[in-house]
Structure formats: C-alpha cells, structure tokens
C-alpha cells in the first residue's frame, strides 16, 4: 500500500504538498488497513474549487509513477513538456517522493528534476530494527552511481539523464517478479498531458472490447453489475464492425461492445457508444475497479462523480470502506465537486485544496485543522464554510 505522496514545484504546486494515507492509532475508525503495525487509509478525497489546483496533485502522482516504473521503455513518459514547474519558481527542480509497503517490506523513492535533468535519484528500504532507511541507490547527476546491487555496466550505459534508474532496473529485470509489484498496480483516468475530450471513439471502444475478451469473468460481473443498477441493459455481447476509416487504428475493423436491451419479449441491440455517456464512463470505471479489488493497488480518479449520479458514486466508494468487499487492501484516491461524498468520510480521508496569495496549492488534511471532530458532519460544516476551500464567488 502507499503511505504517502509528496510533490513540490509541479505546475500549481509550489512548495511542498503532501497526501497522506497513514493514521495514527486513535484514528483508526473506518476503511483502512494494518500492514507491518502501520494504519494506512483506503481512501484519499480531494475537494476544493475549480482552478484550486486539485487535477494537478493528481497528474503530479500519475506522471512520476509512470517516469518511476516505465520511463527507460517509453521515451513519451519523459518529454520535457510534462514537466513544468510553478510559474513562480522556474530554475528550481521539481521534487517527488513516496514511501510505500510491498511484500511486507517499507520502501523509499525520491527524485528531483530540472530542465529534464533527473538532479538526484534515490531509491531506499526501511530497516525495521533501526527504523532507518538504507539506500539501495544513489544517483547524482554526473556523479557516480552509489548502489547495493551489482549493475550490469552495459545496461548502465544505456541510462540516460532523462530517464530513471529505478524503471531501468525494474525493466531488466534487477527486481525478482513478485518484488516492486505495487508500482504497477495503479490505474487512472488522469493523464499528465494536456488534451480536450476523449481520445478517438474508435480506439477507446476497440481497447474496452479487448479487455472484456480477455477476461470472461469481468464480462459476466459486469452485465451482472449493468443490471444491479438499472441502466436497462441485460447483456453484452463482442463483435467486430468494419472500420470506415481504417487509418484511424490502422486496421480494416476493430472490436466493438453490443449492449442489448430486453424490451417486451424483444431484443434491441445497441452500439455501445449509442449508450449514455454516463453509462460508458461506468463501464470503463467497473474494469479499473475489477481489478484493483482483484489484485490490490491504488486507483486514481479525477472527478469520480463525473456523469454518474451520486448513488452510483457511493456505491463505489463503500466498496473500498468494506473490508469484506475490498480483501486485497485496495486504496483510491479521488476529486470531487460534490462534498455528499464528505458525510461518510473520516477526517483522515479528507484533504482540502486551495490556492494562496502567491498563487500555489496548497493541501490540508482535514485532521491538521484545529479542533475538527471526528463525529463532525463534514459535509454540512464544509458547505458553511468552516473549512474554507469553497468557491469565492462575487455577487454582480
């Protein structure tokens, strides 16, 4: 499970912001975990205005797990255009760190960069008997490298000052199978690069359906779900259409999802993209869910809610408040414009995100605010303003 997040210098984000999935004894109250004697939530909500810089925390986490695990295959994953700094400390590194548990072993990741320079790199594993980390790696730009494990001198050759360490060694394999496994265990609706709308349909339906035939057991629980929550559809079913446009995947068809509905004895097949926007976004959220309650591992969401009612919302979120429901210690860490959400919350799980005077996120977790309950009702005292991070609207 992952402790904590910490980003510094990313966007709007300028001085240190942290989110914090680690409790204190006294707060274990609802949706966490105990792994190694450590309380560790389940759940992390963001709120806070538009344009307080809560997307941001969320393509800051993203972006660097993805450099961490996958920047030495994938040149994409470090181009110079992601990693932009707070306009008011150019010429300063951005900074990141996480600690996180795997295998029952407490692990340490640290990483600076400037001008698509990695700056120092440092990759650490906690000693339970001291409590100290010891680093397994130490990388300082054109220094040296200090480490514990033997690297082969050509593959260190093919390490380059964009990339990291870190996702070389993990891609070649320095790390047995079972080891560093949670890195790879997030999923996302968040991507660090800038685009409007959805990518295109066609690719999006294609790698839907290819998912859904690879695994017949999330294509049943998913029409099983489908059916629980009422959205009229009583089956799916996988097939392959023509592609008018074969440039747009390359291929003379792509794969495609019927959702058929039941309607007096008589069945009407259905594109799936004919379907509500609301209804495609769950589908495409229930595959993340799947599998992170299958495997463990960490879901990240912007805007949970987005095109779902808020019923339906709750309903993915006490999945992760119910430990019989969410075996494998899975976390999420969400947004939200809907502060309901709040009311089932533990003011552990409750960060609010807002701008300062100099124009930087800030992120205060619920429980550092002086005198906050816990049998508060944080959505009604958020809507009064108590915890600031609301909108400031003007009157006209």
Same mark, same amino acid.
Not at 5 to 13: A, C, H, L, T, V
Not at 153 to 177: A, G, H, I, T, V
């Given at each position: =499970?992952?402790?904590?997040?910490?980003?510094?210098?990313?966007?709007?984000?300028?001085?240190?912001?942290?989110?914090?999935?680690?409790?204190?004894?006294?707060?274990?109250?609802?949706?966490?975990?105990?792994?190694?004697?450590?309380?560790?939530?389940?759940?992390?909500?963001?709120?806070?205005?538009?344009?307080?810089?809560?997307?941001?925390?969320?393509?800051?986490?993203?972006?660097? *797990?993805? $450099? =961490?695990?996958?920047?030495?295959?994938?040149?994409?994953?470090?181009?110079?255009?992601?990693?932009?700094?707070?306009?008011?400390?150019?010429?300063?590194?951005?900074?990141?760190?996480?600690?996180?548990?795997?295998?029952?072993?407490?692990?340490? $990741?640290?990483?600076?960069?400037?001008?698509?320079?990695?700056?120092?790199?440092?990759?650490?594993?906690?000693?339970?008997?001291?409590?100290? $980390?010891?680093?397994?790696?130490?990388?300082?730009?054109?220094?040296?490298?200090?480490?514990?494990?033997?690297?082969?001198?050509?593959?260190?050759?093919?390490?380059?000052?964009?990339?990291?360490?870190?996702?070389?060694?993990?891609?070649?394999?320095?790390?047995?199978?079972?080891?560093?496994?949670? *890195?790879?265990?997030?999923?996302?609706?968040?991507?660090?690069?800038?685009?409007?709308?959805?990518?295109?349909?066609?690719?999006?339906?294609?790698?839907?359906?290819?998912?859904?035939?690879?695994?017949?057991?999330?294509?049943?629980?998913?029409?099983?779900?489908?059916?629980?929550? $009422?959205?009229?559809?009583?089956? *799916?079913?996988?097939?392959?259409?023509?592609?008018?446009?074969?440039?747009?995947?390359?291929?003379?068809?792509?794969?495609?999802?019927?959702?058929?509905?039941?309607?007096?004895?008589?069945?009407?097949?259905?594109?799936?993209?004919?379907?509500?926007?609301?209804? *495609?976004?769950?589908?495409?959220?229930?595959?993340?869910?799947?599998?992170?309650?299958?495997?463990?591992?960490?879901?990240?969401?912007?805007?949970?809610?987005?095109?779902?009612?808020?019923?339906?919302?709750?309903?993915?979120?006490?999945?992760?408040?119910?430990?019989?429901?969410?075996?494998?210690?899975?976390?999420?860490?969400?947004?939200?414009?809907?502060?309901?959400?709040?009311?089932?919350?533990?003011?552990?799980?409750?960060?609010?995100?807002?701008?300062?005077?100099?124009?930087?996120?800030?992120?205060?977790?619920?429980?550092?605010?002086?005198?906050?309950?816990?049998?508060?009702?944080?959505?009604?005292?958020?809507?009064?303003?108590?915890?600031?991070?609301?909108?400031?609207?003007?009157?006209?």
């Amino acid at each position: =499970m992952f402790l904590n997040f910490k980003i510094k210098n990313y966007r709007s984000i300028g001085q240190e912001i942290v989110v914090d999935f680690a409790i204190s004894d006294s707060q274990k109250i609802s949706a966490y975990s105990e792994v190694n004697g450590k309380a560790i939530n389940n759940i992390a909500c963001i709120v806070g205005p538009n344009a307080s810089g809560k997307s941001n925390i969320l393509k800051g986490i993203v972006l660097f *797990l993805r $450099y =961490m695990c996958r920047s030495y295959s994938i040149p994409s994953f470090r181009d110079a255009s992601l990693f932009d700094t707070h306009f008011c400390c150019k010429g300063q590194p951005i900074e990141f760190s996480t600690e996180f548990i795997d295998d029952d072993t407490q692990y340490k $990741y640290e990483i600076s960069i400037l001008n698509n320079v990695v700056l120092k790199e440092t990759f650490s594993v906690l000693n339970e008997d001291t409590k100290r $980390y010891n680093i397994v790696f130490k990388r300082e730009a054109y220094k040296p490298i200090q480490t514990t494990i033997d690297i082969n001198e050509q593959d260190l050759e093919r390490l380059q000052n964009d990339m990291s360490l870190l996702s070389l060694m993990l891609e070649l394999n320095y790390f047995n199978k079972n080891e560093l496994k949670i *890195l790879k265990s997030f999923l996302t609706n968040v991507s660090p690069e800038f685009y409007v709308g959805y990518p295109n349909p066609l690719v999006r339906l294609n790698a839907l359906t290819r998912r859904l035939e690879q695994d017949g057991l999330l294509l049943e629980e998913l029409i099983e779900e489908l059916k629980n929550i $009422y959205t009229g559809i009583t089956g *799916l079913s996988l097939d392959k259409l023509k592609n008018a446009n074969a440039n747009a995947l390359g291929e003379k068809e792509y794969s495609t999802i019927i959702a058929h509905h039941k309607i007096a004895n008589s069945n009407h097949p259905l594109l799936i993209l004919e379907e509500s926007s609301g209804t *495609l976004h769950y589908i495409e959220l229930f595959i993340h869910l799947y599998e992170i309650f299958k495997n463990g591992g960490l879901l990240i969401s912007d805007e949970l809610e987005q095109s779902l009612h808020p019923d339906i919302t709750n309903r993915i979120i006490s999945r992760f408040l119910d430990k019989n429901k969410n075996p494998n210690n899975a976390q999420i860490l969400f947004t939200t414009h809907n502060p309901w959400f709040l009311q089932d919350l533990t003011k552990t799980q409750i960060f609010i995100a807002e701008k300062n005077t100099k124009g930087e996120t800030e992120l205060t977790r619920l429980d550092d605010i002086q005198g906050v309950r816990n049998d508060e009702n944080y959505f009604i005292k958020y809507l009064a303003g108590e915890y600031d991070g609301r909108p400031k609207i003007k009157d006209v």
